[in-house]
């Protein structure tokens, strides 16, 4: 879909009052829609699918930053109505639900990419334009935001040698890679051994099925069988949650002391980690910008406007080329910088991180007065 083209059957152009309603869950019904009907009307629905909602980190950090922005954009639209799914089959039927509904474009954070690529074109052919974002669906996206995996993958790669000191030459690692539906997994593990690959020995190398904890606690656990917790130097683990899966593993074989671990998304848990020193870094991905570059690509989408002052570049998937995309930067974070990124955001106080039982690392980490 080009970016200055007129988007067939999508309502509300060139709005004086903008309405957004956010919805996804199929059979609620559209706030004040405004397509599917003759009349038209003065309102524009934007369509949200999360993968994850609750503990997650779009639960707690997209939801309501992107919640947040639309509000900002349109100071009298109903609140933002969103649900979320880690099942790719729910994903499509919610997505599917949305095109019959009428909404006039759509963020997704696809959970399988490959997968909603026909819910993806159905949506195209109804002239709905789709931003993804964190993750880019196959199919004919009109826009994409994320933070850069080469970079993340590079970030983490960098931290685990730093952090294995002399091992970092011919030492031995675990890499606990995401899911390969992802495309992200893919990027983050190419940005990890552009550094790893001539400096350490990968002793084995673990796609988690599904990024769920529990599939990498498994796997980490049939590393240490074969290779020996004591012959581990580091984990290459691509996020939080399997990072927190590796230590549970690495804890219930008694392997001491456990080897530096790499993460990713700056969970309060992973956070608490570091401080306590059973996690060595995560990638922090500061994501009101991502956010805001989101809601603000969909609206414009959505009133039939360009997206190229928006963007800062271009992306290709494996079925569209040239997508106009924002590509954002990450920080990585160890205990000696907590303080200075995600306390410095707001994105955690100190009080959240240093629980009673943490107090005396936290004073050890600055973190305390």
Do not use: H
Not at 60 to 84: G, H, M, N, S, Y
Not at 312 to 332: E, F, R
């Amino acid at each position: 879909m080009g970016l200055g083209a007129s988007l067939p059957a999508v309502r509300c152009r060139a709005l004086g009052r903008v309405s957004v309603a956010v919805t996804v869950a199929a059979g609620l019904a559209l706030t004040g829609a405004c397509g599917g009907g003759e009349d038209g009307g003065d309102s524009l629905t934007v369509g949200l699918l999360l993968p994850g909602g609750g503990a997650s980190r779009f639960g707690q950090f997209d939801r309501p930053l992107i919640e947040k922005r639309l509000e900002e954009l349109c100071p009298d639209c109903p609140t933002a109505t969103v649900a979320a799914t880690p099942e790719s089959a729910v994903q499509r039927q919610q997505l599917d639900s949305m095109i019959t509904r009428g909404v006039d474009v759509l963020i997704v954070a696809a959970v399988d990419p490959k997968g909603l690529r026909s819910s993806v074109e159905a949506a195209d052919r109804a002239g709905i334009p789709v931003v993804a974002y964190d993750r880019l669906a196959e199919g004919p996206i009109s826009g994409y935001v994320t933070f850069d995996g080469a970079v993340v993958g590079r970030l983490q790669g960098e931290a685990l040698l730093k952090a294995m000191g002399a091992k970092a030459d011919g030492g031995q690692i675990v890499m606990m890679n995401g899911a390969t539906i992802d495309p992200n997994a893919g990027w983050f593990k190419r940005g990890s051994l552009s550094v790893l690959k001539d400096k350490v020995k990968i002793g084995k190398s673990y796609d988690t099925v599904g990024w769920r904890p529990e599939n990498a606690y498994v796997n980490m656990t049939g590393a240490i069988a074969a290779l020996g917790g004591g012959n581990i130097d580091g984990v290459l683990a691509a996020n939080d949650s399997l990072a927190g899966a590796a230590v549970s593993a690495l804890n219930a074989a008694e392997v001491r002391p456990l080897p530096p671990i790499t993460g990713q998304d700056a969970d309060l848990a992973a956070v608490r980690r570091i401080v306590r020193g059973d996690q060595y870094m995560t990638v922090y991905k500061p994501f009101k910008p991502a956010a805001d570059a989101a809601v603000e690509m969909a609206v414009a989408l959505g009133r039939g406007n360009s997206v190229e002052s928006i963007a800062t570049g271009t992306v290709d998937s494996a079925t569209t080329k040239d997508i106009p995309a924002v590509l954002l930067p990450s920080v990585s974070v160890t205990a000696g910088n907590i303080k200075d990124t995600l306390v410095k955001d707001g994105m955690y106080t100190i009080d959240q991180i240093c629980t009673p039982r943490l107090r005396s690392a936290c004073d050890e980490a600055g973190l305390t007065p």
